[in-house]
């Protein structure tokens, strides 16, 4: 069926490491894409979106490409800060459809 | 205030009661979510609505039932309580401004964790 996965967490870094977080998707259709964040208590907020094949999604110094060919969506930070722990959901939702990804929990720690 | 909230924040009940979870948006968005948020399984949809009137079944809608009178409320019953619906909920709102397309950002309610004893 159709669903979202991510990269098994949970990921501990140092701070200013470089970040990793690969989703790939199998559903079909023509969505968009998200990364949403969720930090302890909270709802989820969005991180950044791409929309179509080829796209790049940037925020926060956090970036995504929505790459087609290879159905994913892999999240990147080139340094990581404490304030960054938190978990990341990527989604894929189109007109008719909505599919969240298991998340993955990060920590960094100075 | 603005944005959308859920009532109540914590909820512990038991078993085959009926609870009530509610929703609110203050953005006029037209389309409105209710997921269950579970360990190892992520956010689980389990119903939406496109408007006023108007709901469709998510992934996992057994166990409840939405209604949606008024664009700016949601609200998600459990008819009859059980353990296994022991979660965090989450309510969601989106705007369809820019056209047809349902798949803009969605903003998130702060949740409300339900437990079912």
Redesign the interface.
Known sequence: GDSVTQMEGPVTLSEEAFLTINCTYTATGY??L?W?VQYPG?????LL?ATKADDKGSNKGFEATYRKETTSFHLEKGSVQVSDSAVY?CAW????K?I????TSLSVIP | DAGITQSPRYKITETGRQVTLMCHQTWSHSYM?W?RQDL??????IY?SAAADITDK?EVPDGYVVSRSKTENFPLTLESATRSQTSVY?C?SSDTASG????????????TRLTVL
Not at chain 2, 40 to 45: A, N, V
Not at chain 2, 100 to 111: D, L, V
Request: proline letters at 7%.
């Open positions: 969505p968009s998200f949403y909270e709802g989820l907020q969005l979106k959901f939702i189109s007109y008719d909505v969240f990804g298991p998340g | 979510f997921y190892g399984h992520g956010l689980r949809l939406y998510g989450f969601a047809t397309r349902a798949y803009n950002e969605q903003f998130f309610g702060p949740g």
